[in-house]
């Protein structure tokens, strides 16, 4: 799977859902995206991590596809634009970082939405195109989520994809430049209820090739 490559053709979704695609970034989503997150400043500011001052820099955005890119061969983090496949616009983000293997085997998911495409149930169906990908393409046991107690948005997102609430963490992650409590979720690959359930949203999942960091 190549992050910087000259066109990002349709075909190269990775995993479909009802209406969107997942791909990795490339750089001639540069443009498109710098518009999607200035647009969204005010709608994705209080529930992320605080933006750096060279956020739209293309020379920012080319080593943000080399951290990816490193991220992916060292598996230790899985990152992807979301589409819509109905005209290929580019609508936000989801990923699955901090990739664990031996006894573990989990991943901790995230995603963004720009704020034109809110409301449309995009990420829900992004999440259930990622989900397979995680237990089939991945072979992960585990998907953990965090999500800020009043993003109401992000939680029924994460129920409705079958991620149980599990714990409460204090002062979990530092968003927007304070140290913020977070609800902790998890999806569990080997129960029925989730994995089969959450599967069946998802038209198409393509596996990527495995390293020897990955479980047989």
Do not use: C
């Not at 859902?17 to 750089?27: D, N, Q, S």
């Not at 001639?28 to 995206?33: E, G, K, L, M």
């Not at 999806?187 to 994995?195: A, S």
């Amino acid at each position: 799977m190549a992050f910087l490559r000259s066109s990002a053709p349709s075909d190269s979704f990775l995993a479909k859902g009802t209406a969107v695609g997942l791909r990795p970034l490339a750089m001639p989503d540069f443009a498109d995206w710098t518009q999607l997150r200035k647009a969204s400043r005010n709608h994705l500011t209080p529930w992320e991590p605080q933006w750096s001052t060279d956020e739209f820099d293309r020379s920012a955005f080319r080593r943000r596809l080399r951290h990816y890119q490193h991220e992916q061969r060292e598996d230790l983090g899985y990152a992807f634009a979301i589409f819509t496949l109905a005209d290929e616009t580019l609508i936000g983000g989801i990923s699955l970082s901090n990739v664990r293997r031996g006894v573990t085997q989990s991943a901790q998911l995230g995603y963004w939405l720009g704020a034109p495409h809110v409301g449309q149930g995009h990420m829900r169906d992004a999440v259930s195109a990622i989900v397979p990908f995680a237990f089939f393409g991945l072979r992960l046991h585990r998907v953990e989520a965090a999500t800020l107690p009043d993003n109401t948005a992000s939680i029924h997102v994460l129920e409705r994809n079958g991620f149980l609430r599990e714990g409460f963490a204090r002062r979990y992650l530092k968003i927007n430049g304070a140290w913020r409590d977070h609800i902790l979720f998890a999806l569990i690959g080997d129960e029925d209820r989730t994995v089969a359930q959450v599967a069946t949203g998802s038209r198409s999942t393509t596996p990527i090739p495995r390293n020897d960091r990955q479980a047989p």
